[in-house]
């Protein structure tokens, strides 16, 4: 039998292969540059995304997830990251051009850069890992269900983007902790 933990680390070592590195950095300079940040992404796109965003606001940045009751209006010098691995899904599609219309930068972080929602995007970082777009028939090339590989990797990607804002913004632990929420 397939030792499965090997199996998918190996493909999440695919994938990190294959990320452009220069494009994470461009997605960093949005990211550091903006008075606001608006993040987003729908199923289990969105846990992934939400960890983000906790850790953003961990380093005192000014960040919400779409759908809270406090999500600010998006505007000029906001950025709106969105995670949508399969390239579409209406309710991305929608928040994209409401977004584009107020005038927020837009990040859309892909599996499928020629999918609909990277055509509302400022830059696109593609993370090139199986979603549910690819997970059927030949098309399939993870051991993980569906689009498993790519959620794992985003929590990967954000991890390692935090690392590197932290090292950008000069964010020190304290900081970080001081932010940290005392009503766990």
């Not at 292969?17 to 990211?31: F, P, Y």
């Not at 399939?140 to 990607?157: D, K, N, Q």
């Amino acid at each position: 039998m397939t030792n499965l933990y090997a199996a998918a680390l190996d493909e999440l070592q695919t994938t990190f292969d294959r990320l452009k590195d220069a494009d994470v950095d461009n997605a960093l300079e949005m990211t550091a540059a903006a008075r606001r940040i608006v993040v987003f992404g729908g199923g289990r796109e969105k846990l992934q995304i939400m960890g983000f965003a906790m850790r953003l606001y961990h380093m005192g940045l000014s960040v919400a997830v779409e759908g809270d009751m406090t999500t600010p209006p998006v505007g000029k010098g906001d950025l709106f990251i969105v995670t949508v691995g399969p390239g579409e899904i209406s309710t991305a599609l929608a928040l994209l051009g409401v977004a584009k219309a107020a005038g927020a930068s837009i990040l859309v972080i892909t599996a499928q850069p020629s999918g609909r929602a990277a055509q509302f995007a400022d830059k696109v970082l593609h993370l090139p890992a199986q979603t549910m777009a690819d997970d059927q028939g030949e098309k399939r090339t993870s051991v993980l269900p569906m689009g498993s590989l790519y959620e794992g990797a985003l929590f990967v990607l954000f991890e390692v983007m935090i690392l590197k804002l932290i090292d950008r913004l000069k964010i020190s632990p304290e900081t970080m902790r001081a932010n940290h929420t005392n009503l766990e």
